[in-house]
């Protein structure tokens, strides 16, 4: 095997193994534990940086082996699952470095982080699968190593809610499964394609569509598009570093990520188009964007109000998908990243108050940002982004995705992304108002000192998200911004 074709299992071996040796650490063995998570989130974010610039001159990195009759398994470094994949990569890391400080007392620390990098390996794997029966296998594995971190706490509520995230996840994988299965009795193995894959198959089209619709509800599961939305604020039971996890790298990720190699690469922007499936899924993005920002004003539980944005952000990618034209797909493709950092740097906040302060509701906030200055800094960029406030990353996002759909004579886009950035006004200014101007209680409902306004590994991965959403945004012009990388995929998918 060649060192190109190596390097995509290396990357995925880079969590991989130190997951597995990690379960067999005593629950003692602090610094050897940590070693192996930071050692092996480091080596992921060196190989990918090594593929990224690869890629950006054109060269192909490529892993394939025989797996079934007739079907290979593949994996491939391309532009898109660099996005994706260098965004797991780089928050991996963060979240490491978060999640060592935030589960420093806690019991079953070796079966977290064991499970944790596990999860990082199934993100991975559905960054670089190169077709689809190769995604369905990462796709089932990461449902199979995040449940574990779902229910790690083990209380009633968190059984309660693992309960309900495997029964929805499981029956989105049954769904693609399904749609997988049929898609290759009518056009045989279909690998991941730029411009999509089925244009000698166009003559069966009803099949297409009904195809298109099972693979488009089995993915929508994890992506939380509405209704199939309702196991994301049951999975708030979670611990911070798993939300933080689940909301911008793993679960909802490899769900919309997943919606795009639909389109793009199998199906391909121009047949999905010529076969009208396009319109119905931008449909269904609006109304999740509308939805999920309503139900996120009406909840004082912050992970739950975060978590409800999260249901409505996420399909902004999939509505700059459905949106058939090139800037909106940039703008979809660059929210990709985009929320994942702003909605990262949420997570962690809320997690640094709970921890520190033991606050969990939004009614609980005031005066938070006198005492937690730098956290609440650092919420505040993300909360601002998430609102598209200019210059940050969320901005970028919206102005490609409005602009876009004026070009694609789409004008009814406006309207959504409007009506949205007034209800994230709405969920996320009377947060800020009570944190910077509402006065502070006589005390917190459980307040921990440390030597700054919480424990340093709390406090540094939420302050350099924030900065890269506002990096994301000060430098979208620039030659290595995510911007710039969604515009290389995009000039590749709309090639003429």
């Known amino acids: 095997m060649t060192l190109d074709a190596a390097l995509p299992v290396l990357i995925l071996l880079t969590s991989a193994v130190p997951g597995l040796a990690i379960f067999f650490l005593g629950e003692e063995r602090h610094l050897a534990r940590a070693t192996l998570n930071l050692a092996g989130a480091m080596a992921k974010v060196a190989l990918l940086g090594l593929v990224l610039w690869g890629v950006f001159h054109g060269h192909a990195y490529e892993t394939r082996l025989p797996f079934l009759p007739g079907i290979d398994f593949v994996l491939r470094v391309d532009a898109p699952a660099l996005l994706f994949g260098a965004l ?40 670089l699968a190169g077709n689809l029966v190769t995604f369905l296998v990462f796709y089932e594995f990461l449902t199979l190593t995040t449940w574990p971190l779902v229910v790690h706490r083990g209380t009633p509520q968190a059984l309660a809610g693992g309960r309900v995230y495997l029964a929805y996840t499981l029956g989105g994988s049954a769904l693609l499964l399904a749609g997988i299965a049929w898609l290759h009795a009518v056009a045989g193995p279909v690998e991941f394609t730029e411009r999509g894959a089925l244009a000698a198959v166009a003559g069966r089209a009803p099949e297409l569509r009904a195809i298109f619709a099972l ?102 990618i999939v509505l700059g998908t459905a949106v058939v034209g090139e800037l909106s ?4 493709l660059v929210h990709l990243v985009h929320q994942g950092l702003m909605k990262i740097t949420l997570f962690f906040c809320a997690g640094n108050l709970a921890e520190t302060l033991g606050v969990h509701k939004v009614s609980e906030m005031g005066g938070a940002g006198r005492r937690m200055p730098l956290t609440m800094a650092a919420f505040t960029v993300g909360a601002l982004g998430m609102m598209g406030l200019p210059p940050l990353a969320g901005f970028v996002s919206k102005w490609y995705l409005g602009v876009g759909a004026l070009q694609a004579g789409q004008g009814w886009v406006i309207w ?81």
């Open 329 to 332: 797909t940039v703008g979809g």
């Open 416 to 496: 959504v992304l409007a009506a949205s950035t007034l209800l994230n006004a709405a969920y996320f200014l009377p947060i800020l108002r009570a944190a910077w101007f509402e006065p502070a209680p006589a005390a917190w409902p459980h307040e921990e000192t440390f030597r700054h306004e919480t424990a340093l590994g709390l406090l540094v991965p939420p302050l350099v998200t924030a900065l890269l959403v506002i990096a994301a945004g000060l430098f979208a012009g620039s030659d290595f911004s995510p911007l710039a990388w969604a515009k290389l995929i995009v000039a590749r998918e709309y090639a003429h």
């Open 215 to 316: 693979l488009a509800a089995g993915l929508g599961v994890k992506a939380a598009l509405v209704p199939l939305h309702g196991w994301l604020p049951r999975a708030m039971v979670a611990p911070a570093p798993v939300s933080a996890l689940l909301h911008a790298v793993a679960v909802v990720k490899a769900g919309a990520f997943g919606l795009v190699r639909l389109v793009y690469d199998v199906f391909g922007i121009e047949f999905g188009e010529q076969l009208g499936v396009l319109a119905p899924l931008a449909v269904v993005a609006a109304v999740t964007i509308v939805w999920g920002s309503l139900r996120a004003v009406f909840q004082d539980d912050l992970k739950k109000r975060l978590a409800y944005s999260t249901v409505s952000q996420v399909s902004y």
């Open 88 to 127: 797991s990569g780089v928050l991996w890391l963060l979240t490491t470095v978060y999640a060592i400080a935030y589960l420093e007392h806690s019991p079953h620390r070796s079966r977290f982080f064991g499970f944790f990098s596990l999860c990082v390996t199934a993100s991975m794997g559905v960054a």
